[in-house]
């Protein structure tokens, strides 16, 4: 059959709308609307036949039953539930009441056409409203993340009752109406300037965070923690977070390190990659100079943050997973006096070896019991006294640097402890550097902004 039969045959079905007539020749010529495809065949078919041109309205479509009317109105409503949220792209979803899905296959078997031809009601919905949105807020479309996803429920409105008022002020409920706004992310380094403080919140374990205990007269404060809740006062996430979801008008926030040091150490220098995703932003562009600025003067010098970027999703992954080798400094007090002889030989054994670690006593109730090989890339040091000295060494991520001085009672070989013979006990330590192994952290194609000079 010729697309003027197939025409004919989805005319004679009953009343149907252009955008109905031209959806099953979605796949024919580019460039057109459905409702521009379905006007120019029933021209066609007019002219051919020396009839009356007479149109169908939507709201007597016995396919859409009204629903192909509605675009513009749907789209008015879309752009005023997004008003007051900073966006850059966008996508437009919708369900479908299965109703106008069978209509659609009715259609297609009355008329003897494939049941899959052309698009379906709901791709259409998607496309034209979706444009008409697009050209409104000058957002793009992106199919894969999108800053926000608008889903309309064609089911929550009768479509009906927007064609008598089209020309006055028709809207669609915003029950209808599902806005979803993604999480924005904002990457840095921090370092952390004084020992005592962890990376995230460590809620009581005592009380799980509550403060609370029962006591003989009731609820009291927690012994534990002093019914804060908390085991340490404050954190790089407690200390960067609230700033950042203040700027970016977020509903929360969460912290993304890569990797975390130990309470007592220090980070310092080039600081440790971090990502702060906030959920729920209505603001996606803060200034990131300004905001680094807030949160390093509301630290007090008890934490630092630099390179503020807006960074993509992807840089949660990058942060998390990217392999990292580390950068330490740690000061060494020893139970025997040790030469500069044996000190020098043993740092030299230590040298770009291959270590066999199994895992720590001190982290044993949350990590696996197994044996890890990790390798010291480079290692020196300095004997200030005879049982005091500092040691500074680069190592592959994961090596457990404490446990390398001290032996960990022999679950490390080598150690300096063993190869020393003696007691060995790391009494501070800082990290010095966190680095990618093979490239950096930062990847501009992760960032949302223009690098920083």
Same mark, same amino acid.
């Given at each position: 059959?010729?697309i ?8 004679a079905?009953?009343p ?52 192909c009317?509605?675009f ?35 259609l ?20 034209e ?22 889903v ?24 209808a ?6 999480p ?17 919140e ?5 009380c ?10 009731g ?6 923690c ?14 960067v ?35 702060l995703?906030v959920?729920?932003p209505?603001?996606?562009s ?30 949660? +992954? %990058? *942060?998390?997973?990217?392999? #990292? /080798? ?5 000061? =060494?007090?020893?139970? !025997?006096p ?21 895992t720590? +006593? %001190? *982290?044993d109730?949350?990590? #696996? /019991?197994?044996?890890?090989t990790?390798? =010291?890339?480079?290692? !020196?040091?300095?004997?200030l ?12 991520g ?10 960990d ?19 501070a330590?800082d990290v ?10 930062e ?11």
């Open positions: 059959m010729t003027t039969e197939d025409a004919r045959a989805l005319l079905t009953g149907i709308c252009d955008s109905c007539l031209g959806r099953p020749f979605a796949a024919r010529s580019f460039g057109l609307t459905n409702a521009e495809r379905g006007r120019a065949l029933r021209t066609t078919l007019a002219l051919a036949d020396d009839d009356p041109y007479e149109s169908v309205d939507p709201a007597d479509c016995w396919v859409c039953e009204g629903y009317g509605t513009d109105v749907l789209a008015e409503t879309i752009v005023e539930a997004l008003e007051g949220l900073d966006f850059d792209t966008y996508q437009l979803g919708s369900r479908v009441p299965p109703l106008f899905e069978e209509n659609e296959e009715l297609r078997e009355d008329a003897g056409l494939e049941i899959d031809s052309g698009e379906t009601l709901k791709r259409e919905v998607n496309r409203v979706g444009r008409r949105v697009g050209a409104a807020t000058g957002a793009e479309v992106d199919f894969d993340r999108p800053d926000v996803l608008v309309i429920d064609l089911a929550a409105f009768d479509p009906l009752e927007l064609e008598v008022d089209l020309d006055g002020d028709g809207t669609v409920t915003t029950h109406i599902d806005v979803q706004i993604n924005a992310f904002v990457y840095g380094r921090y370092r952390k300037l004084e020992r005592d403080i962890p990376q995230t460590w809620p009581c374990r005592e799980g965070g509550t403060g609370i205990q029962l006591g003989d007269g609820e009291e404060p927690c012994d534990y002093g019914g804060s809740g908390y085991l340490y006062d404050t954190s790089v996430e407690q200390v977070r609230p700033h950042v979801v203040e700027a970016m008008d977020g509903d929360e926030g969460t912290f993304h390190g890569a990797g975390r040091e130990d309470v007592d150490a220090r980070m310092l220098e080039g600081g440790r990659p971090f990502v995703e959920k729920r209505r603001e996606r803060p200034d990131v100079e300004s905001l680094e600025r807030e949160i390093n003067e509301a630290a007090e010098g008890s934490v630092e943050v630099e390179g503020l970027r807006l960074a993509t999703y992807e840089m949660v +992954e %990058r *942060v998390k997973e990217h392999d #990292a /080798s580390k950068h330490y400094r740690a000061e =060494v007090a020893f139970d !025997d040790v030469s500069e002889d044996r000190f020098e030989a043993a740092l030299a054994e230590l040298d770009g070896t291959t270590l066999e670690q199994y720590p +006593e %001190r *982290v109730h949350r990590r #696996a /019991s197994l044996t890890r990790r390798t =010291v890339y480079d290692i !020196d040091g300095e004997l006294a005879p049982t005091e000295a500092v040691v500074t060494l680069h190592g592959e994961g090596l457990y640097v404490k446990e390398l001085i001290s032996s009672g022999g679950r490390t070989e080598p150690s300096l402890a063993g190869l020393l013979e003696t007691g060995a006990e790391v009494t330590l010095t550097g966190v680095e990618g192994e093979e490239e950096p952290f990847r501009e194609e992760f960032f949302r902004d223009e690098p920083r000079s």
